[in-house]
């Protein structure tokens, strides 16, 4: 098939590689002029780090470099997919610095016509694909609040950016910073600027739980977070195993006393409570939404009054005041703010696809109806890769990637359509009420991006055996162990496709 992959971010350079080896013609359209996706040059804010230690944040059939440090910077990550695309010779399947504007199905809806503009130049005649697959990204578009007297910021000199587009810390220096938000982004740039900034302000609407690097300032999280058992530890929608079913019934007060102990450690180790900053709710909050790794330097940076924290507060409004902008806070606080730096979140949308498509892909709460995060309910020819925030997005990128190779294939057994409709909207309503509404509309599978592995490579057939899953409860994700998947799936379609051939020729005999 001829299948054009629009995003070279994790997910889409998985896809482009997966369906290569099972012959696939694929074109990859990436606006930036790199490939990275967040990892881009265009994109990384200063100081972003991966949340997770880079032995289980490595695709299965290339490690990440020895030389690299336990938690790689964004530079480092970006040159590492680099490394991918040399390895498995995708460069000359890559249109980078080249933005998809439009995609559309054909009248007959049995294939995509795709119209892309390279940066620069006019927009190119449409081109016909037979398959497209939609790897964007669930973190490339901002969220702005719309503040009131945001003329009034403009106009006395002030700038409000986005995390992601404050790529260079010398656009700091100097100035009286805000940065909204208590995410990991939030915190990242607020610790990276905290030292050149003449002040840093974080105002944080909620205060989150934050996991340490290295608990107790020993223990590597790795042990504790990035296993099933870390996994198992937070209430998955269905317990479909009996260590799970220990830990949420007769072993409940047990679960519970080992995420009381970290937060406990936590709240030593950061010294939150001399800081005041001991969020509110239980630690096992931590995982409602996104879990967030502690930032290098932030709580010593406001212990030593180099970063400023409004808590349970947010701006109101802009004024300016004299010739200089301010923050004005909803409990009455006024912060200077020359450069506001926005860490508020992401929306989640195709802005490719015309208002008719996306209408079939959303419910009447506007959240994707895809079912194992990839096939979408209604739209033909059509399938979705990285759309399942996890903690393990080069895995599950290729975990996806299987899926629809297989797909393609015809060797996944799908569920009736109705079975896999009330199968979405239920996965959907219970992100829902679990994240208490911050479920990227329907994207976000963390803490559970195990599960959701095991669930699309099940579905194909190739997952790995029960026995090496059993090994990655105690110890970190080793995502080499999936290295032969996709040459197991290419027996698997082979000896379907042999099976009917001989089908076939029993039929023709007969």
């Known amino acids: 098939m001829k299948i054009a992959v629009v995003g070279a971010g994790f997910a889409g350079l998985a896809t482009a590689k997966t369906l290569r080896e099972f012959d696939h013609e694929v074109t990859v359209f990436e606006k930036a002029p790199d490939v990275g996706g967040v990892w881009s040059a265009t994109r990384r804010y200063s100081g972003l780090r991966t949340q997770n230690n880079k032995d289980s944040y490595a695709f299965s059939d290339l490690p990440m470099p020895r030389e690299y440090p336990e938690w790689p910077t964004g530079e480092q990550v970006q040159a590492y997919l680099e490394r991918y695309v040399a390895k498995f010779e995708l460069r000359p399947y890559l ?35 037979d398959h497209l697959v939609v790897a964007n990204g669930i973190f490339s578009d901002p969220v702005f609040p719309q503040y009131e007297g945001y003329a009034d910021l403009v ?20 100035k009286n910073v805000v940065v909204v938000g208590y995410g990991k982004s939030a915190c990242d740039v607020a610790a990276e600027i ?66 009381s102990s970290i ?10 409570k001399k800081l005041g900053l001991v969020p509110t709710g239980e630690f096992a909050d931590i995982a409602n939404s996104t879990v967030s790794l502690s930032t290098d330097g932030f709580y010593e940076q406001v212990a030593s009054g180099a970063i400023k924290v409004h808590r349970d507060t947010e ?32 929306h989640q949308r195709v802005p490719f696809l015309d208002d008719a498509v996306s209408a079939r892909l959303l419910d009447d709460e506007g959240n994707y109806k895809l079912y194992r995060q990839i096939l979408p309910d209604g739209v033909p020819n059509l399938t979705f890769a990285g759309y399942n925030s996890s903690l ?9 990637a299987i899926w629809i190779a297989a797909y393609l294939a015809g060797v996944v057994d799908l569920p009736p359509v109705e079975e896999r409709r009330k199968h979405v909207a239920e996965r959907v309503a219970w992100m829902e009420k679990r994240t208490g509404g911050k479920h990227a509309r329907g994207t976000n599978v963390i803490p559970f991006s195990m599960h959701q592995i095991d669930e699309t490579l099940d579905e194909a057939g190739v997952n790995i055996s029960q026995r090496a899953q059993v090994v990655q409860w105690l110890l970190p994700i080793d995502p080499s162990v999936y290295k032969n998947v996709v040459p197991r799936l290419k027996e698997r379609i082979q000896a379907r496709s042999a099976k009917e051939r001989v089908g076939s020729d029993s039929s023709s005999v007969g």
Request: with cysteine; net charge positive.
């Open 315 to 346: 701006i109101q409004r802009f004024e300016a005041e004299g010739d200089r902008p301010v923050a004005v806070l909803s409990d009455g606080n006024r912060i200077p703010a020359d450069l506001v730096v926005c860490g508020t979140g992401f």
């Open 263 to 272: 937060g406990s450690v936590a709240t030593w180790q950061f010294k939150l």
């Open 155 to 174: 106009r006395a000199g002030g700038k409000l950016v986005a995390s992601s587009q404050l790529n260079n810390l010398e656009d700091a220096r100097g």
């Open 95 to 129: 249109r980078l610095a080249t933005e998809v504007v439009r995609a559309e199905l054909t009248d007959a809806e049995d294939g995509w016509m795709v119209t892309a503009r390279r940066i620069g130049a006019p927009v190119s005649a449409p081109e016909r694909f």
């Open 194 to 259: 905290g030292v050149v900034a003449e002040s840093t302000t974080v105002v944080a609407r909620r205060l989150l739980w934050k996991m340490p690097k290295r608990i107790a300032n020993s223990l590597n999280m790795k042990y504790l977070l990035l296993s099933r058992l870390g996994e198992a530890l937070f209430k998955y929608q269905e317990l479909d195993n009996g260590m799970e079913r220990f830990l949420h019934g007769p072993g409940d007060k047990v679960r519970a006393s080992m995420l």
């Open 392 to 400: 393990f997005s080069p895995l599950s990128a290729e975990a996806g």
